[in-house]
């Protein structure tokens, strides 16, 4: 695990890069090698160690958070174990609102993406810039006059009334609904600029050739365009989705916290009343297992297209 | 022509998509000029906050608490944008070698892991090194963290270019250096600079690790911000924010003079 | 850059003459600057603030390893117990303090701290709940307007996301003892609370004082000065010292184990026991003091307000106990059952 990967394949064909793939990717082991995966195997350590009463870990080995994870022993701890749904509940629901906050980032994302790769090239600078700008503000202060402009009596609501489009207010604020839009505000410029990035490269005379053979625009969009920016929409996606697991500003804010989201359940071991510290650590390991897993499984389903 | 750029509907989307990213902008400036201390109820037009801002108690710690969120966000998403795109070439140019799968799980790494995770067991592990938290702890926690923002446009943009226009300069006796500094990285530039914008935001929101990590007086404008809420949000904030937004407009347009002096598109 | 940084730093350090520093770990925005600078002015200390945003993350990070690193905090009742169980305070004696006698007698043997070993208190307040008087008219002294809402108020309430409060204010309620093991109580506090969880529109503690005002809930679980600031926002609402019992909470300021300025932490926490300091911070953080004789130095808005003044026929508030760790666990699953 430690150290480089060793150039194991010189290449005849003396492809510029291939030898010195170590080099190139020294800093980025030495840099996460040592400042996160030393602390997360720790963390690792953790989840299987006691927990100290009020946070800390004593050093003796121990199941209790995988049990209290999986298995339901009732209120007292006495009843004989059954499957516990409580966290795997609170996981689904995070993946749930992760997804559709995704789903949200890449309908608006993408032709937005599309629309700045089509201005002339010395203003998509400018735009990628008004992308961004909002973000220079904290997101907790943006996500708190979120919730100003969707409350029951806020500028929204009052303007669909006022337009005559609803009668009542529209309940927005403290639903799942307002938690994706909030996911949504969170991360939509982690959608639009890797889709950005890989739509600018597409070459339109492929686009041309198709419309000579008479496919139409969204024919085009759908069998050439997508496939050949579709790196971008996967980083995009991994950008959105990843992060909006962990989130908790939005589901409190915007959702109420009425329920537990992944990141506030696990929030809660460290820095909250909870305060189970092998417990976190426990679930930040079981959340990141599902996490790797997709992922490599999405590394080797692209490996087979050659080069990449 | 353009027919086959345009795509109907994509227009309106992406002005749907700026108003959604600008109207809770428009509350912020407006409740910076709230005279009252609510953010939720207005109480008449002020300049008390800006005011407050810049002469009240707190100015010199908000002054310099932006300060270092402005130093350490362009620190960081330099570092981890150079970082991030020495990882991409290797990886979509350095064609199969073993362990590439991990490297691409180790990249995606600090995505992954939660940040309250990230940020307590950072905070233990700079302590059992013996790193004394301040402005250098911060820095290295969120170059660590911003790798995989600036990585994954850059490797997406990476994936688009074929490898003949290299091979091309190449065989024309270009370094292997020359024919990325004068191919590549132009044709890789959007991938970068979206990277580099996005490390950029990320490191300038962070608050969880950064509250962590960071030591005695050393503050920076989201834990400022965090902290504050035990007293409620005050209006101050929105001065803060507004006066935040004026300086990421006057960096753009000074970007664009830029730019437009040296005759490039940005 | 790197000439304005070092000429910040320079800034920072300007009592050139310094009689040594002091490190305070400290919520922000609690103290007021003018009093840190006039500490500064008298004793020639230069003054640190480092913050956090939750008793629990201030807990986190001493225990991950930033002990130490501060001389004082400050820490809320319940946690200055934890603290001191978990070994991170520092004792000194009442020979320490020349103001030791400033404290007012009935915070000396605080449950969290008896005799006041290593915390003097910093300001202390009452959690139990506010009522929009537009939406609610009707008698509001029973936490039964939380736990089993009249119609107008159902489901525009909002509770404070603290599992200490909630619980400990759900027991109040019940008439149950705090920290009880007996099951059939705990079961039927679980089943109350979910049931009440029903009528509620949102948990939030930071946000408790701006749902208030902006109308997004019509009542609310909140601390006494916090409903003083929605009032003052101008929210028609009305702070309720309940018939049942309510909760009584009390910032301190702790000597942390280890602490690098020991001395000037002690002339630190002195100083806050003068009473022209408390009231200081009093008039600042609208809460109330733990110093007697504040009141010449207080202002008329806080002295007056009926936030801080509970009736006279208010019962005593009690504050949330720390359990030990078998029973703390049944709490925790009541609460993670409660938001799962």
Not at chain 3, 238 to 248: F, T
Request: hydrophobic share 50%.
């Amino acid at each position: 695990m430690a150290g480089m990967v060793p150039d194991q394949t010189p290449s005849a064909a003396g492809d510029g890069y291939r030898r010195i793939v170590g080099p190139l990717l020294l800093p980025t082991w030495v840099v996460i090698g040592i400042f996160l995966v030393l602390p997360v195997a720790l963390m690792a350590v953790y989840s299987v160690l006691t927990k100290e009463f009020r946070g800390g870990v004593d050093w003796q080995f121990s199941l209790a958070a995988y049990d209290q994870f999986f298995l339901n022993r009732g209120l007292f701890g006495d009843e004989p174990p059954t499957l516990e749904w409580t966290y795997i509940t609170i996981f689904w629901r995070s993946i749930w609102q992760a997804a559709m906050a995704t789903a949200l980032c890449l309908a608006i994302g993408f032709p937005t993406a599309w629309f700045i790769a089509t201005r002339p090239a010395n203003t998509r600078g400018i735009w990628l810039f008004l992308i961004t700008i909002p973000y220079w503000v904290n997101l907790l202060i943006r996500t708190v006059s979120l919730k100003f402009l969707i409350r029951d009596n806020g500028p929204l609501n009052e303007a669909l009334m006022g337009a005559g489009l609803i009668d009542g207010p529209l309940p927005l604020v403290n639903t799942n609904l307002a938690v994706q839009l909030g996911l949504f505000y969170s991360y939509l410029p982690f959608m639009v600029l890797p889709v950005y990035a890989a739509v600018e490269r597409y070459n339109f005379a492929y686009s041309e050739a198709a419309a000579d053979l008479y496919a139409s625009r969204w024919v085009t969009l759908r069998e050439i365009v997508l496939p050949i920016v579709k790196p971008g929409i996967v980083a995009g996606c991994l950008l959105v989705f990843i992060p909006s697991l962990g989130a908790f500003l939005a589901p409190d804010l915007l959702g109420g916290a009425k329920t537990f989201m992944i990141g506030s359940l696990i929030d809660e071991q460290f820095k909250g009343s909870l305060g189970n510290w092998p417990f976190g650590a426990a679930v930040s390991m079981i959340l990141m297992t599902l996490v790797m897993i997709a992922l490599l499984f999405y590394a080797r389903s692209t490996a087979k297209g050659g080069a990449a | 022509m353009k027919g086959v750029r345009h795509y109907p509907g994509f227009l309106a989307i992406t002005i749907l998509c700026l108003v959604v990213l600008y109207a809770p902008l428009l509350v912020i400036m407006a409740y910076s000029f709230n005279g009252s201390t609510s953010i939720t109820t207005w109480g008449g037009f002020s300049l008390h906050w800006y005011v407050d801002v810049f002469t009240g108690a707190e100015a010199a710690r908000f002054g310099q608490a932006a300060w270092n969120s402005l130093t350490i966000a362009i620190i960081a998403a330099t570092a981890s944008t150079a970082i991030a795109t020495a990882a991409a070439v290797a990886m979509i140019r350095g064609g199969t070698f073993r362990g590439k799968r991990a490297t691409f799980a180790l990249i995606n790494m600090p995505l992954m892991v939660p940040e309250i995770v990230t940020a307590v067991a950072t905070l233990i592990f700079f302590a059992m090194i013996g790193l004394t938290t301040g402005y250098l702890t911060i820095l290295i926690a969120h170059i660590t963290f911003c790798i995989p923002f600036a990585y994954l446009p850059i490797a997406a943009r990476l994936q688009g270019i074929e490898g003949h226009y290299e091979q091309a300069a190449r065989d024309l006796y270009a370094s292997r250096w020359q024919a990325f500094r004068l191919i590549l990285l132009p044709l890789m530039a959007p991938g970068v600079v979206s990277g580099y914008l996005l490390a950029f935001i990320i490191s300038l929101d962070d608050f969880i690790i950064t509250n962590f990590v960071k030591g005695a007086g050393m503050e920076t404008l989201p834990t400022a911000i965090f902290g504050s809420v035990k007293q409620g949000i005050k209006p101050n904030i929105m001065a803060i924010s507004t006066l935040m937004l004026v300086v990421s407009i006057l960096f753009v347009t000074l970007s664009y003079l830029i730019n437009r002096k040296g005759r490039r598109a940005p | 850059m790197k000439f304005r940084l070092s000429a910040l730093a320079l800034l920072l350090a300007s009592p050139a003459f310094a009689e040594g520093e002091l490190k305070v770990y400290h919520w922000f925005e609690y103290i007021p600057q003018e009093l840190v600078d006039k500490f500064t002015a008298e004793t020639g200390i230069a003054v640190t603030i480092d913050t956090y945003d939750s008793n629990e993350s201030m807990l986190a990070s001493l225990k991950a390893g930033k002990l130490g690193q501060y001389d004082v905090a400050v820490p809320g009742d319940y946690m200055v117990q934890i603290m001191g169980a978990e070994g991170l305070l520092d004792t000194f004696t009442p020979e320490e303090l020349p103001n030791f006698g400033n404290i007012d007698p009935k915070w000396i043997d605080v449950p969290f701290d008896q005799g006041r070993k290593s915390s003097i208190p910093y300001q202390w307040g009452t959690t139990a709940f506010s009522v929009n008087r537009d939406v609610y008219k009707g008698d509001i002294n029973s936490l039964s307007m939380i736990f089993n809402p009249p119609e107008e108020l159902k489901g525009k309430i909002n509770v404070l996301d603290s599992q200490g409060e909630v619980l400990a204010l759900g027991s109040i309620y019940m008439g149950i003892p705090q920290c009880s093991t007996d099951k059939t109580q705990l079961k039927a506090l679980s089943d109350m609370l979910v049931a009440a969880k029903a009528n509620w529109a949102s948990f939030g503690s930071d946000t408790a004082k701006d749902v208030l005002v902006s109308g997004d809930a019509a009542a609310g679980m909140i601390y006494n000065g916090f409903s003083a600031k929605a009032r003052a926002e101008g929210a028609h609402v009305e702070y309720a010292y309940p018939k049942e019992g309510y909760v009584v909470w009390m910032d301190n300021m702790v000597l942390l184990k280890d602490a690098p300025n020991r001395d000037n932490a002690l002339k630190f926490m002195n100083f806050l026991l003068e009473p022209e300091n408390a009231a200081a911070v009093t008039n600042y953080a609208a809460y109330t003091s733990g110093v007697v004789g504040v009141e010449p130095f207080l202002d008329e808005a806080i002295k007056s307000s009926p936030e801080t003044n509970p009736p006279a026929d208010a019962p005593a508030g009690s504050f949330v106990l720390v359990c030990d760790e078998a029973t703390q666990k049944l709490y925790d699953a009541i609460w993670i059952n409660l938001k799962k």
